[in-house]
């Protein structure tokens, strides 16, 4: 969430941002709370100093009646005034939560179909079999039997497709490590803390896209971006060592909500898939040349793989709660003859690292609130559809990616 002091002194903008992403927010509203909240706690601490100046007082000797009165008063007052803080304080921050992460000013107005394509590569074949039917035939994907024993949207992966994903993750992984990337496992729960504060919809939300745990504080992820996000939670890191590179890998799970008439064919669009996930902590002087750094990286993987696609600057409209900035990399898909979402990556500024108590040491011994980013590396469902699309023969086979080759036991083709 964004900080109030930030709120408050640049009020117009975020009521801009929030209204361009489509959240209804009303900073006027909030910011007369935070006046009323901000009062209450003036007096609460006035009423406690001089709680405190009598309890001084009345430790010599027998105390006055007047001042026992006073004391009794004080006590009566400040019970009550507590609690119309705490109800003021609970009221503030649900609203400062509801507040979305302000835009950069390069991002363009709109909705999905506003977004902007910045960069293209490779060309734009046609004519491929569809994923699933070409999958389906190989005998590589089962989503009957995934309906079976999970129910719709569930498969499994079998013989070399399931090879082939961990070939593209073993490419991946050893490509980013080369790149000074930290690999880490991740927990495959978070609690709601960690949840919210990476951005993410709290229990109970109708909007949410998360599977909970009943009767627990727990939510299954659905992305190691929010158990990363949470991993330096009220640390303080020293700006020498900044930025941080970590490379999560872990499954996802999702409920896909709100996703009807969206492209959700086959393996595109499924409850549970295994991701490799790039994040990043930084200083906010960094942040901004790490967003194209992350976006360098994710290209430099396709490229090498061999996938055409195309760069999109994602519109303020179909930008999350936590993004200053987002890139889309879309491949081509010449079964559909159109581009289909492969990657993404996102500067989220101080958004997450605000509410998750993340900071920086200057040094000079100051405190300044992290930056933080992420983007994917691999979503390997979708990589795999990319794959299967761009990698078709004339005689049926699926051309292995060179760079893929070496964990496929140097297979050419399968």
């Known amino acids: 969430m964004l900080d109030i002091r930030f709120i408050r002194e640049?009020?117009?903008?975020?009521?801009?941002?929030?209204?361009q992403k489509g959240y209804q927010v009303s900073i006027a509203q909030l910011l007369e709370l935070d006046d009323s909240r901000r009062t209450l706690q003036r007096q609460v601490d006035e009423l406690r100093q001089k709680r405190n100046e009598i309890a001084a007082k009345m430790k010599n000797g027998q105390p006055e009646k007047k001042l026992?009165?006073?004391?009794?008063q004080i006590k009566t007052e400040l019970i009550e005034?507590?609690?119309?803080?705490?109800?003021?304080?609970?009221?503030?921050?649900?609203?400062?939560?509801?507040v979305p992460n302000v835009t950069a000013d390069d991002v363009p107005l709109g909705g999905e179909a506003d977004s902007v394509e910045v960069k293209r590569w490779g060309e734009q074949p046609t004519?491929?079999?569809?994923?699933?039917?070409?999958?389906?035939?190989?005998g590589w994907v089962d989503f009957e039997r995934g309906a079976k024993v999970a129910g719709a949207k569930f498969y499994y992966l079998k013989?070399?497709?399931?090879?082939?994903?961990?070939?593209?993750?073993?490419?991946?992984?050893?490509?980013?490590?080369?790149?000074?990337?930290?690999?880490?496992?991740?927990?495959?729960?978070?609690n709601s803390r960690t949840a919210e504060g990476a951005g993410f919809a709290p229990k109970g939300n109708v909007s949410d896209?998360?599977?909970?745990?009943?009767?627990?504080?727990?939510?299954?992820?659905?992305?190691?971006e929010m158990p990363l996000t949470g991993y330096h939670a009220d640390d303080v890191i020293d700006e020498k060592k900044m930025p941080l590179y970590y490379v999560g890998y872990s499954p996802c799970y999702r409920k896909e909500a709100g996703t009807y008439g969206k492209h959700a064919r086959g393996l595109f669009r499924v409850h549970q898939f295994n991701k490799l996930e790039m994040y990043i902590f930084c200083t906010p002087e960094q942040s901004l040349d790490m967003h194209e750094k992350i976006l360098s990286l994710e290209e430099e993987i396709w490229q090498a793989i061999g996938i055409p696609y195309h760069v999109v600057n994602i519109a303020a409209g179909d930008l999350g709660a936590?993004?200053?900035?987002?890139?889309?990399?879309?491949?081509?898909?010449p079964v559909d003859g159109t581009y289909r979402e492969l990657t993404s990556c996102s500067n989220c500024t101080d958004f997450q690292t605000h509410s998750l108590n993340i900071r920086v040491r200057r040094p000079d011994g100051s405190l300044d609130t992290a930056h933080s980013l992420n983007g994917t590396a691999v979503s390997l469902a979708r990589s795999l559809v990319a794959i299967l699309e761009n990698c078709q023969t004339a005689d049926g086979k699926l051309r292995v990616p060179e760079v893929l080759r070496p964990y496929m036991g140097n297979r050419e083709e399968i």
């Open 10 to 19: 640049n009020a117009e903008r975020v009521q801009t941002a929030a209204t």
């Open 68 to 72: 026992i009165d006073q004391g009794k």
């Open 81 to 98: 005034l507590e609690e119309h803080l705490k109800k003021a304080d609970t009221e503030c921050i649900a609203l400062i939560k509801a």
């Open 127 to 138: 004519g491929a079999i569809d994923h699933l039917d070409y999958a389906t035939k190989r």
């Open 159 to 190: 013989g070399d497709l399931a090879l082939l994903e961990n070939a593209v993750t073993q490419f991946a992984l050893n490509f980013l490590i080369t790149k000074g990337f930290t690999y880490m496992t991740v927990p495959h729960m978070v």
């Open 209 to 224: 896209d998360q599977y909970f745990v009943e009767g627990e504080d727990l939510t299954l992820i659905g992305t190691a």
């Open 322 to 333: 936590p993004a200053f900035k987002k890139y889309d990399i879309e491949y081509w898909s």
